[in-house]
């Protein structure tokens, strides 16, 4: 099946600096993207939809000044949490479809980050 | 708003048991309906979608049904393996490729 490959997996950083995670279908092209967020033993809730050449649409409650989103080639969208707090901690993961592949979609591995 | 709710919450059972995890949707207007698998710390693996005309989906040891009148699905896993200890979400479809998740069943199987 499709490929979306996301790194890091994993990151610790100090608070009040800025996180960049990078999510890249291998071997398709994704005009969209899709970022969550998963709080320990918490469901996957849906941050904002990644779209190629154009703004981001963030979900309600999502601050888009917080969670930089740019998806600037059909292949790579970034998610930049800025000044990072301990709150911010979390597991990201991104999802895509793949146009040739049916309605499946798929996920990267996901990154967890720490915030001290 | 769709909500999305599992039962149960976690499960163990003993190894070549068969199981069914249950998964229930406030509206009934969802696109298409998805299982995934997730292992601790990892990415979601897609298993079954089943799309809004259709009643199930079948993959291996997996069946999936879809009743869109109760707002409910199943997961049936037949002679459960320890390989199949993970998390199963389901996940409810709407339009625009916008999944709104349950809370997952953690399932372990015993050897």
């Known amino acids: 099946g499709a490929v979306v490959s996301q790194h890091p997996s994993w990151v610790i950083c100090k608070s009040g600096t800025s996180v960049k995670i990078e999510c890249r279908s291998l071997?398709?092209?994704?005009?969209?993207m899709f970022w969550y967020r998963q709080f320990p033993k918490q469901s996957l809730m849906l941050m904002a939809t990644?779209?190629?050449?154009?703004?981001?649409?963030?979900e309600q409650g999502v601050e888009k000044d917080k969670f930089l989103i740019n998806h600037a080639s059909l292949t790579l969208s970034t998610l930049t949490v800025t000044s990072a707090h301990p709150e911010d901690s979390s597991f990201y993961i991104c999802?895509?479809?793949?146009?040739?592949?049916?309605?499946?979609?798929?996920f990267g591995s996901g990154t967890q980050l720490s915030v001290l | 708003k769709q909500e999305v709710t599992q039962i149960p919450a976690a499960l163990s059972v003993p190894e070549g048991e068969n199981l069914v995890l249950n998964c229930s949707f406030t509206?009934?207007?969802?696109?298409?309906l998805q299982w995934f698998r997730q292992d601790p710390g990892k990415g979601l693996t897609s298993l079954l979608l089943?799309?809004?005309?259709?009643r199930e989906q079948t993959s291996g040891r997996l069946n999936a049904s879809l009743d869109k009148s109760s707002g409910r699905s199943t997961l049936y896993i037949a002679a459960s393996q320890p390989g199949d200890s993970a998390t199963y979400l389901c996940?409810?479809?709407?339009?625009?490729?916008?999944?709104?998740f349950g809370t997952g069943t953690r399932l372990a199987v015993r050897p």
């Open positions: 999802s895509a479809r793949d146009p040739q592949g049916g309605e499946k979609l798929f």
């Open positions: 071997d398709f092209q994704a005009t969209t």
């Open positions: 990644s779209n190629e050449g154009s703004k981001a649409t963030y």
């Open positions: 509206d009934s207007a969802i696109y298409n």
């Open positions: 089943i799309q809004s005309s259709q």
């Open positions: 996940a409810g479809g709407s339009s625009g490729d916008k999944l709104t």
